[in-house]
């Protein structure tokens, strides 16, 4: 499936939207093309869903090519604290 | 007979090729694809159809869409490998399910499944596409005849 993993893409997500914390799950029983993430930027203040889902496809461009499926939850710093 | 086989087998062949052209043709078309996706208030481009979705995101739409009694135009993608790479160009968005409504990119199955347990679905379609959707009946009514009895 893909070469991926989620320490790989952990890294990349926090690397390019600046992220406060991130969580990734290969749900694919490690072949790499099923993920969930949990994703806390301050980028993503102010912006609605769809726009901070954009944001994260467009940092993982390349990647969402050969992943199947990837499942996204966003949140700013403020809203991640108040989730906890 | 033999020669008469071969004839219809290479009719069937040339029909099936342009038939194949003619698909592709129309997926392929961003025009064709902006037409579909305002053909209807609620369109889904999903895998498989709704009777018998072939991906977990794309049931999920489904079913969040009955729950609000919504009905959509279905289409399947994997019927159509034109229309899978299409629409993903089309919308910028790299999966697949996608939900259009009045025309517009909503997003795929995480975005729905949020905007369902928010609400924003209800208000969604009631402001951008004037349907109600059946979990609406109470807070719509509620909250337009008697704001602040709550």
């Keep these: ?84 | 007979m033999s020669f008469l086989i071969n004839n219809i087998t290479r009719q069937i062949v040339r029909n099936h090729r342009q038939l194949l052209i003619q698909c592709s043709q129309f997926a392929t078309d961003g025009k064709i694809i902006e037409e579909m996706t305002k053909k209807n208030k609620v369109v889904v481009f999903m895998k498989g159809n709704p009777e018998a979705p072939k991906c977990g995101f794309s049931n999920a739409v489904v079913q969040i869409f009955r729950m609000h009694g919504v009905d959509f135009e279905a289409h399947d993608v994997l019927a159509d490998e034109e229309l899978r790479q299409g629409i993903k160009d089309f919308s910028s968005w790299p999966t697949i399910p996608q939900v259009f409504i009045n025309g517009e990119f909503v997003g795929g199955c995480d975005i729905l499944l949020q905007m369902h347990k928010d609400g924003q679905l209800i208000d969604t379609l009631w402001k951008n596409a004037g349907i109600k959707s059946a979990l609406a009946e109470d807070e719509t009514e509620g909250s337009k005849d008697d704001e602040k009895s709550k």
């Design chain 1, 1 to 84: 499936m893909s070469q991926y993993t989620e320490e790989y893409l952990k890294n990349k997500l926090t690397e390019k939207l600046n992220c406060t914390h991130v969580e990734v799950i290969d749900q694919s029983d490690g072949c790499g093309g099923k993920f969930a993430a949990v994703i806390v930027s301050e980028q993503f203040a102010g912006k609605a869903l769809l726009q901070r889902h954009r944001l994260v496809n467009s940092a993982l461009q390349e990647e969402l090519k050969t992943i199947h499926a990837f499942s996204q939850k966003t949140f700013t710093p403020e809203q991640w604290a108040a989730e906890q």
